[in-house]
């Protein structure tokens, strides 16, 4: 798992050891059920800066999940910005920061099992 310690939240502000950490105004996080193939999720905008991909599926480590983030582009291959994988184990995978412009951005998530809940976005 890349940067362990790391916490993804929605916009708000979560208490983490004791101390205030307010969530960025830009997150999203979009929740799905599994279909066995790729899912694409739908498009967000994001302001320029710094930001990361993350997400899992809950299921008990059976199976490999790959989250993709990409720039959404019209009448070209949508280019590839920062991807994580792991075991679908209740648990959340995160990207490195990565600087963008500002712009459309999506995930999409690879996982070959259905019917599991997963969630993804970039924080």
Known sequence: MKNPSRIAVAAGTVAVFGMALAAPAFAWENTFTTTGSNIRLPDHSL?????FVHGGVNNNCSG????????????APDPLIDQ?????????????????????????????????????GVE
């Open 47 to 51: 302001s320029s800066g710094s930001h």
């Open 64 to 75: 490999t999940v790959t989250v993709h983030w990409r720039r959404t582009v019209s009448g």
């Open 84 to 120: 994580v994988s792991g075991a679908a184990c209740n648990v959340e995978y995160y990207g490195d920061y990565k600087s963008v412009s500002s712009g459309t951005y999506h995930v999409d998530v690879d996982y070959g099992t259905k019917g599991k809940t997963g969630w993804a």
